[in-house]
């Protein structure tokens, strides 16, 4: 597979290559744990890539949800999209503020959408700024364009559906969450949530599967720590995390070396932690 794919991921050169195409459009997606008291719309506005529009993951959600950033319904997401500027026949590329975190929740989001030709900026704005790349605080020039949107339900699930898929083994589940919270040994940043996996869940740290300038390792080797952690790829997966973000990570990285047939549980260990009737296991895999 060549490195920069529009589907997928794109290197800064790709981007700067083609920043000026008229059908090029750009979200800066950039989210962060409460933990860290960043704000992505106000570093946004202090300067962002030319061009890019500010995608919130938190208003585009399910607001009705008493989770966090769930799938907004259909009529929202295209009438946020809208408002963007973005449509049908455009090429997307989504960044974040971290490098790889977040914008790859957005490029899941739009693919559930039915929305292919979109694609994460492998190290983010943190890569692009460090290059000596333009920034600018200017707003983008905004031209309505419609978006057909149809919906692919394969794409995610729910906690009744990843119950049955825990019990029965039919499907793959990998858990993005680092290892010591995989395990249950510390205690969950979300108050009253248990610690542990999912039972039968195999663990793969979304961390591991960058380099150090937060770009994502070779396809190759991304196949490769996914088949290290147990991870049965004959089988379709179904990724999960904290809260349906650092998930999309691993969904990214399996269409990296060609595995699609990968699902999100969007509730994830938010949902799965506080709900009473499922079981939770701990310790290793």
């Known amino acids: 597979?060549?490195?920069?794919?529009?589907?997928?991921?794109?290197?800064?050169?790709?981007?700067?290559?083609?920043?000026?195409d008229p059908d090029l459009r750009i979200l800066d997606a950039s989210w962060y744990m409460p933990s860290t008291e960043r704000d992505g719309s106000a570093e946004f506005d202090q300067g962002h890539i030319p061009g890019?529009?500010?995608?919130?993951?938190?208003?585009?959600?399910?607001?009705r949800s008493s989770l966090p950033h769930m799938v907004p319904p259909v009529e929202k997401f295209m009438s946020r999209v809208?408002?963007?500027?973005?449509?049908?026949?455009?090429?997307?590329?989504?960044?974040?503020?971290?490098?790889?975190?977040?914008a790859a929740r957005v490029w899941w989001?739009?693919?559930?959408?039915g929305h292919d030709n979109i694609a994460v900026l492998d190290g983010g704005?943190?890569?692009?700024?460090?290059?000596?790349?333009?920034?600018?605080?200017?707003?983008?020039?905004?031209?309505?364009r419609h978006m057909f949107v149809q919906r692919r339900d394969h794409m995610v699930k729910d906690v009744t559906q990843v119950s049955h898929a825990s019990k029965l083994g039919d499907y793959t589940i990998v858990d993005a969450r680092a290892a010591e919270r995989?395990?249950?040994?510390?205690?969950?940043?979300?108050?009253?949530?248990?610690?542990?996996?999912?039972?039968?869940?195999?663990?793969?740290?979304?961390?591991t599967l960058l380099n150090a300038d937060k770009t994502m390792k070779s396809p190759e080797?991304?196949?490769?720590?996914?088949?290290?952690?147990?991870?049965d790829?004959?089988?379709?997966?179904?990724?999960?995390?904290?809260?349906?973000?650092?998930?999309?990570?691993?969904?990214?990285?399996?269409?990296?070396?060609?595995?699609?047939?990968?699902?999100?549980?969007?509730?994830?260990?938010?949902?799965?932690?506080?709900?009473?009737?499922?079981?939770?296991?701990?310790?290793?895999a």
Request: hydrophobic share 40%; net charge negative.
């Open 1 to 20: 597979m060549a490195y920069d794919d529009p589907k997928t991921l794109v290197s800064t050169d790709w981007l700067a290559t083609h920043l000026n």
């Open 52 to 63: 890019a529009r500010f995608f919130d993951i938190e208003e585009i959600s399910d607001r």
């Open 182 to 207: 995989f395990k249950g040994e510390v205690a969950e940043p979300r108050e009253g949530m248990r610690s542990g996996h999912i039972p039968n869940a195999r663990n793969v740290p979304y961390a």
């Open 221 to 231: 080797d991304l196949r490769k720590i996914f088949e290290a952690a147990g991870v």
């Open 109 to 113: 989001l739009f693919k559930l959408m």
């Open 233 to 284: 790829l004959s089988k379709p997966a179904i990724t999960t995390c904290g809260s349906g973000v650092t998930a999309a990570i691993l969904s990214l990285a399996m269409e990296r070396f060609g595995k699609t047939d990968h699902a999100l549980y969007d509730g994830s260990w938010t949902e799965w932690g506080a709900f009473p009737t499922v079981p939770i296991a701990t310790g290793e």
């Open 125 to 144: 704005l943190p890569k692009w700024t460090a290059e000596g790349r333009d920034i600018t605080r200017e707003p983008a020039v905004i031209r309505d």
């Open 82 to 102: 809208r408002e963007m500027g973005v449509g049908d026949g455009h090429q997307i590329v989504v960044y974040d503020g971290s490098g790889l975190f977040s």
